[in-house]
């Protein structure tokens, strides 16, 4: 036995370093050692197709000879190969591989069933034939392997980010069989292991040194070209990983992940694909490893693979009853978490439940979204009524400015409601499975002390790929070693169990947590964000009218299916790189296609609904008006004429109800409302004045002054003016079509118009208005009307621009007379309060926020509330109200938001505050227009309502079928009598039903008590909770009664659901218990 020797660390290092290299002495040391003999294949062979074509149809194509090397493409192609393959008859007992590189994704074909991925980037470039080939094994066979003409990132020319290079081509630069030699793996395993334990702990711990002497001895008794050393180079390494640690240590649950992303820089079809090369590779793995578990979310993924790749889905249904494949996050896709409204994200928990239950026979109990932009403070809430208590993600980890205080903690949202959430520390959803990343997820951990157990999720993600054998034997050696954190493959379920038991010494955090990063992301390719508001209005429009068809005609057939269908588009459109438009155009231009489907579909069913609430009405042929909103409204509505003509009336609809349209005789009311005033200046200036508010314009289009009548209160601040147009250079660091940064700020141009532009176009009477043009720049220019109706408290801006920018914001600005240091801003079923100062860096980095309809500045007395139709970007600062308009990256969509646009914006003063001013309610009507539905036979004479409510702090959210007919009833959650009841998301605290059907409706409730009524009934909410300050919404709910022989729990075709949200007018949805929504 050799003399000690003293070592020097670097070398020592780089020695081990070297043994193990791919790159150098690959001639001499172990990595060269991992293949044996190689054999060229029997026969290649090619086909190229722009169209992705299914097995079947693919293997029926004219193959021609092919060789390593040669070129296909381009972008978004696929060519299939057929590999014909003899294994030499030298190679018995050997394991054998099939090598293949190639810088397109690639799925392995094999007697018809897709087997696994290929992707180089990925780390997987070898499909094992056999890992040990018999006698009686056959020799030859043929594979088939489909090529998809992108990497696993897109194709993005010259960055990752940058729009596709549409004329990329491809080549398989490896095709051939080869001898693995296993050993050889797991002493590269074990070696890689002990570099990554002496260069983690570092040169000042002991067990540092024991791992580097370790693999340096292993390097001395280790001979590449003598396999009979490898046993004594191995039992080295056994003994030190068998050196456990102790019962103190941080435990590690990991879990294998494959986050794919459903659309991004690549269109939705190649994410099917993706699903299946990723998803056969983690069959393979649960196969050949019993413990190993794979997490996977979005149904929509799922239910593609079960559409294209029936075995697969079996396959995954078959190892979900083993619980290695585990479905998890309870949503169709990972949604982003700000821009969808509190309906949409309800409906994707209903639509992903809904899915996992069927097909895999449980509910998922966690939220699981890792990726997406931030999480609105009324996700909380959502996730308990939806039967979900934990919470998994690791974005705010890429925030900018401030880091975030937990990975452990509880969440609050704005109700009270709260759910354990987890950020694995390592943050990452990504992790290889290498030493630097466990000791980085136990070091990194910012709840030590509170809890001992942290997520590791494992695995290739965003373009899929996910875990790699290779990861699990790492995750398998680390189990208990001395000096690491404790490494278990884990579960979701066991990850959460671990931290519930030591949730004691948890701290909570309450409000939305805000990423300080991809502000962009709330005005980026603005159609798609339009295109999102106005479907979540079709189908909540559609859905309330299809309710009261199916109330008022026993022929009418409630359009379930469509519905469902319709819905999953539009949240299949509200992933996270989708509605936020940071994807590349091909994605887009599919998601423009989703809306039209929506808006095309939804119209037709529209005109359903109203042909059936029609039948069997007296009266002329005509309109029917139809209010889809909760309070009765009247209205200036523009009604078509014959010839293509419209005509203005003013039109009074009762609540979620219809009304005849007025004759053309009696446009002009007998005793209208104050009308509307114009006048226009010698300067040019106009005046609108409708008797509530009083616009003057300049000019150039700008507000200069906005007076509450009855107060006389100028909104617009002193020597300010409103409606002020501001131009922004918007160069972020890197992430184009996400990142908007705050130096932005400091490039403020106003857009100065043209004095002399302005015109009046309605001249007053029921409405009155005035336009103007706006040069933008040289290449960009605007229009405007500015509307001023008859009775309407707020002025409408409704704005056409022609915008071709690059690298440039677009805002308008109102100045308000107002002081106050936080402003209001909705969210889906609320809002939350945001500061207007810059104090500290967490006010600082909200530079830009995102809200729903309305944001509002308001002091004590009097506010001032912006209104819109289809923005989210916005801020206050100091008291500049500011509504981001539109922006102009390049990457990864180099034409994104190119072109025409229209919107609306309002802006609304009021006195007191924004609840007792009505600022919700008209904010839902500016983005709940009336409709004038034609009427294919006699229209109803007399107006009808089909639901009413006692308070106006309540607003009925949704109306819909409970369950389609014939639908089967899932026994979860159970009932508390032991029977079955309705699976839902949403239910409300105890209703007292306070009349019959056909009952007198209870219309004086006591003091606090908010009755329900429709249909000859009403039901009864407990005392709202009306002086709550806004950190503590309340939560109180309730349904509606029905007609006799409709009844709300049966699930039958004759089931209509609805529910309320109430509460000093803030939005919020009903509390879990026991009534069966949807």
Request: charged share 20%; proline share 7%; hydrophobic share 40%.
């Amino acid at each position: 036995m050799a003399a000690p020797a003293l070592k020097h660390w670097r070398a020592t290092l780089e020695r081990v370093e070297k043994f193990v290299s791919p790159r150098y002495f690959a001639d001499c040391n172990l990595r060269g050692r991992l293949l044996g003999d190689t054999c060229p294949l029997a026969a290649l062979s090619s086909f190229l197709t722009p169209d992705r074509l299914p097995y079947p149809e693919a293997v029926r194509q004219h193959f021609r000879p092919a060789q390593v090397g040669d070129s296909f493409g381009p972008t978004w192609w696929t060519c299939w190969f057929r590999v014909e393959l003899t294994i030499p008859e030298a190679w018995v007992g050997q394991e054998v591989h099939l090598l293949w590189e190639s810088d397109g994704e690639g799925l392995v074909w094999r007697d018809g069933q897709p087997v696994q991925g290929l992707t180089k980037e990925g780390e997987k470039t070898s499909y094992v034939l056999t890992d040990k080939l018999e006698e009686g094994d056959p020799r030859s066979l043929t594979l088939y392997v489909e090529v998809a003409c992108n990497g696993l990132l897109g194709a993005g020319k010259e960055s990752m980010i940058a729009a596709p290079d549409p004329e990329k081509k491809f080549q398989v630069s490896r095709a051939e069989l080869a001898v693995f030699y296993r050993d050889v793996h797991s002493l590269l395993v074990d070696l890689e292991l002990l570099l990554g334990i002496a260069k983690g702990l570092g040169e000042d711990n002991q067990r540092s040194f024991q791992a580097l002497y370790t693999a340096n001895q292993m390097v001395n008794v280790c001979d590449p070209a003598q396999p009979e050393t490898f046993p004594v180079a191995q039992a080295l390494a056994s003994q030190f990983f068998g050196q456990r640690g102790g019962e103190s240590q941080h435990t590690i649950h990991a879990v294998g992940h494959c986050h794919i992303d459903t659309a991004w820089l690549w269109p939705f079809k190649e994410t099917v694909r993706k699903c299946a090369r990723s998803w056969t590779t983690a069959v393979q793995l649960m196969e050949q490893n019993p413990d190993f578990v794979f997490a996977c979310s979005q149904a929509q993924q799922l239910e593609w693979v079960k559409s294209h790749y029936p075995g697969l889905h079996a396959r995954l249904q078959e190892f979900a009853c083993r619980g290695q494949f585990v479905p998890v996050g309870g949503t169709w896709v990972e949604m982003d978490g700000n821009l969808p409204s509190g309906e949409a994200m309800v409906r994707q928990f209903l639509q992903g439940q809904n899915f996992f239950l069927q097909e895999f026979g449980k509910m998922c109990s966690e939220f699981w979204l890792p990726d997406t932009f931030g999480y609105s403070a009324q996700l909380p809430q959502i996730m308990r009524g939806c039967g979900i208590t934990r919470f998994l993600s690791q974005k705010l980890s890429w925030s900018l400015v401030n880091s975030f205080p937990h990975h452990t903690f509880f969440w609050e949202g704005l109700d009270g409601s709260r759910v354990l959430a987890h950020f694995p520390p390592g943050d990452s959803y990504g992790m290889q499975g290498n030493v630097e990343e466990v000791l980085k997820t136990m070091v990194k951990n910012r709840d030590k002390g509170r809890t001992n157990h942290s997520a590791f999720l494992f695995g290739f993600g965003d373009g899929g790929g996910g875990p790699t054998q290779t990861m699990v034997d790492r995750m398998k050696r680390l189990h208990n070693t001395d000096g690491l954190p404790r490494v278990q493959l884990s579960s979701p379920g066991r990850l959460f169990s671990a931290l519930e038991g030591d949730s004691g010494q948890l701290c909570t955090w309450v409000g939305e947590l805000f990423l300080e990063l991809h502000q962009g992301t709330y005005t980026t390719h603005a159609q798609i964000k339009k295109g999102n508001r106005e479907c979540e209005r079709i189908l909540h429009d559609v859905e309330l009218l299809s309710s009261l068809a199916l109330a008022r005609s026993a022929q009418f057939l409630y359009p379930a299916a469509q519905l469902r269908d319709l819905w999953r588009l539009l949240l299949l459109n509200q992933f996270h790189d989708v509605v936020t438009g940071s994807c590349i155009q091909l994605v887009a231009e599919e998601a423009m296609c989703h809306y039209e489907d929506i808006r095309s579909r939804g119209n037709m069913l529209l005109s359903a609904a109203a042909a059936a609430l029609c039948m069997g009405e007296p009266g002329p042929e005509g309109l029917l008006i139809v209010n889809t909103l909760p309070w009765e409204r009247t209205e200036v509505l523009a009604l078509p004429r014959s010839g293509g003509a419209h005509s203005l009336a003013l039109v009074t609809v009762p609540s979620m109800g219809y009304a005849p349209a007025p004759a053309p005789t009696s446009l002009q009311p007998v005793q209208p409302q104050q009308p509307v005033f114009v006048v226009q200046e010698t300067d040019g200036s106009v005046t609108l004045d409708n008797g509530i508010i009083r616009v003057r314009l300049d000019p150039t289009g700008c507000l200069t002054s906005l007076v509450l009548v009855a107060s006389g209160r100028e909104a617009i601040a002193e020597g300010a003016v409103g409606n002020q147009f501001v131009l922004f250079d918007d160069v972020p660091l890197y992430w184009d079509a996400w990142d908007v940064m705050d130096y932005h700020l400091e490039t403020r141009k106003p857009v100065l118009g043209q004095a002399g532009t302005l015109a009046v176009g309605a001249e007053g009477g029921m409405r009155g208005s005035a336009w103007f043009l706006l040069q933008i720049s040289p290449n960009s220019r605007l229009s405007q009307e500015v509307v001023l109706d008859v009775g309407c408290p707020y002025v409408r801006f409704h704005t056409e621009v022609h915008w071709h920018e690059a690298h440039k914001f677009l805002k308008v600005e109102f100045p308000a007379r107002v002081r106050s240091p936080q402003a209001t801003y909705e969210v889906q079923f609320g809002h939350l309060q945001r500061p207007t100062h810059h104090n500290t860096s967490w006010d600082w980095a909200r530079f830009e926020v995102w809200a729903h309809r309305w944001m509002d500045l308001s002091e004590h007395g009097f506010g001032l509330a912006l209104l819109n139709d289809c923005k989210y970007g916005a801020s206050v600062r100091g008291s500049v109200l500011s509504l981001s308009l539109l922006r102009a990256p390049k990457a990864p969509d180099a034409s994104a938001d190119m072109g025409r646009h229209e919107f609306t914006y309002a802006l609304m003063p009021h006195k007191g505050s924004l609840q007792d001013a009505g600022v919700i309610r008209a904010a839902y009507s500016l983005n709940f227009p009336l409709l004038a539905l034609p009427a294919p036979g006699p229209a109803p004479a007399a107006a009808w309502s089909a639901f009413s409510l006692s308070s106006p702090a309540v607003v009925l959210e949704a109306v819909k079928q409970l369950r389609p007919p014939g639908a089967a009833r899932p026994c979860w959650p159970p009932a508390p009598s032991g029977r079955p009841s309705e699976a839902h998301l949403f239910s409300l605290p105890s209703a007292v039903p306070a009349a019959g059907a056909g009952a007198r409706p209870h219309r004086d409730p006591a003091p606090g008590v908010v009755s329900v009524e429709g249909f000859g009934g009403s039901w009864l909410l407990p005392p709202l909770l009306n002086n709550k300050p806004m950190t503590q919404e309340p939560r109180h709910s309730s349904a509606c009664a029905l007609p006799q022989g409709l009844s709300w729990g049966a699930g039958g075709q004759g089931t209509i659901g609805a529910y309320a949200c109430a509460g000093s007018g803030l939005q919020t949805p009903p509390t879990p218990r026991d009534w069966g929504y949807r």
